[in-house]
């Protein structure tokens, strides 16, 4: 199995400064189609994920653009430019190159 | 607009089967990859079983496989999870999603609690 790993495991961070979270997988998350299957997920508290970013770096749908994902192959960062309030929670990237797919083990985003 | 509404949660015993339902509106859960992930009181997530929009093929996550059985119904625009032989460590909020390679539509989840 592919395995995700995050760091940090928690970021306390200033409201208006930027975040950074690094996923690194064990393997290539390149399909065989050429696309890389890498995405982003928040979870605030109480609700269920909700997708941010998918293939390493397109927003979803409603996202706001002070989110963005980049990387490739096994290295994948999302950065958050200014933090607010809303964005506390736990973030989770994700593989879908490979089954069965896995998630990292979380960041947990607070504000200092 | 996208919903997916869970339902069939509960407690049960050790060793006993449970079937949860999610109910979509929005799009045609036959058409489309959907996906079971699960999450422990204060754990992380864990991808649990998905099926194909095309082919219709299942898959399952080692510590599923050969007790939960992934389905759908085009008639009801719903999907399932048949869980049997349940386990204490099957304790989680089970939570449908819309997608395969990446998840775009989540339910909001509901509570199996397996238990005596």
């Known amino acids: 199995d592919i395995v995700l790993t995050q760091t940090p495991l928690s970021s306390p961070v200033t409201l208006g400064q930027p975040a950074s979270i690094s996923c690194r997988s064990s393997q290539s998350l390149v399909h065989s189609n050429g696309n890389t299957y890498l995405s982003w997920l928040q979870q605030r508290p109480g609700q269920p994920p909700r997708l941010l970013i998918y293939?390493?770096?397109n927003r979803f749908s409603g996202v706001p653009d002070r989110f963005s994902g980049s990387g490739a192959g096994t290295d994948f960062t999302l950065k958050i430019s200014r933090v607010e309030a809303e964005d506390v929670g736990v973030y989770y990237c994700m593989q879908g190159a490979q089954f069965p797919r896995t998630f990292g083990q979380g960041t947990k985003l607070e504000i200092k | 607009e996208v919903q997916l509404l869970e339902s069939g949660g509960g407690l049960v015993q050790p060793g006993g089967s449970l079937r949860l339902s999610c109910a979509a509106s929005g799009f045609t859960v036959i058409n489309s990859p959907m996906t079971w992930v699960r999450q422990a009181a204060g754990k992380g997530l864990e991808w649990v079983s998905a099926?194909?929009?095309?082919?219709?093929?299942?898959y399952y996550a080692d510590s599923v496989k050969g007790r939960f059985t992934i389905s759908r119904d085009s008639s009801k625009n719903t999907l399932y999870l048949q869980m049997n032989s349940l386990r204490a460590d099957d304790t989680a909020i089970y939570f449908c999603?819309?997608?395969?390679?990446?998840?775009?539509?989540w339910g909001q989840g509901i509570l199996v609690t397996v238990s005596s």
């Open positions: 099926i194909s929009g095309t082919t219709g093929g299942t």
């Open positions: 999603a819309e997608g395969g390679s990446w998840l775009e539509y």
């Open positions: 293939e390493i770096s």
